[in-house]
């Protein structure tokens, strides 16, 4: 699924038409807490557009965190592209294996990715645990149709022999897994099929 050629395709539709609307909404919510020399952690982040924006936006510094390395060449071409490689990294881990690994930062980035892992609450939890500031993350809308059309996705995925599925979790548990680790809920919305939340750990 997530090959060099899904990470090249990514970082050309980022060039051709930049940030979707979630995404837009994401970075503004982010934005608005601050970002004076914050440091941001993007999660599962591919080419790391979300975390680039947010160094644009007066951030400091920037990480990027994922499970495949076929995304490193491409993010690190996004980086070059817009003066960032100095403030940027990337990073091959998984912070659920591996805790420890990566280290705090004030905001966390987390974009449709909890629902590619059957631990997609308790890696909110632990998302949670890495935010100073705030955590804000994308997930699909929790709706009957929703989850049926996620259920055929994954038939699709069995049909064609590849093994990664899609996973359907509750707003309520993803909420509470954030709650845990002292953060709350300041802001959501979303569209059709997907919808973010931002959390804010108290001051």
Request: glycine share 10%; hydrophobic share 45%; net charge positive.
């Amino acid at each position: 699924m997530f090959d060099p050629k899904f990470a090249r395709r990514s970082l050309r539709r980022y060039r051709e038409k930049g940030l979707d609307r979630i995404e837009k909404r994401m970075v503004a919510s982010a934005t608005a807490g601050g970002l004076d020399g914050a440091h941001v952690l993007e999660i599962g982040g591919g080419i790391g557009a979300l975390q680039a924006e947010l160094l644009e936006a007066g951030a400091e510094t920037g990480e990027v965190v994922e499970l495949l390395a076929a995304f490193e060449p491409y993010a690190r071409e996004l980086a070059r592209e817009k003066g960032l490689a100095e403030r940027t990294s990337f990073r091959v881990a998984d912070i659920l294996d591996e805790p420890g690994v990566v280290k705090p930062a004030d905001v966390v980035l987390m974009n449709r990715v909890v629902c590619c892992s059957p631990d997609g609450v308790a890696l909110t939890g632990e998302a949670a645990r890495l935010a100073r500031r705030a955590l804000i993350l994308s997930f699909p809308r929790d709706t009957v149709w929703i989850r049926a059309g996620l259920r055929l996705m994954n038939v699709g995925f069995r049909l064609m022999r590849r093994s990664f599925r899609v996973f359907a979790h509750s707003r309520a548990a993803l909420r509470e897994a954030a709650e845990k680790e002292g953060l709350r809920l300041v802001d959501a919305g979303g569209g059709v099929a997907w919808e973010f939340a931002t959390f804010r750990r108290a001051t």
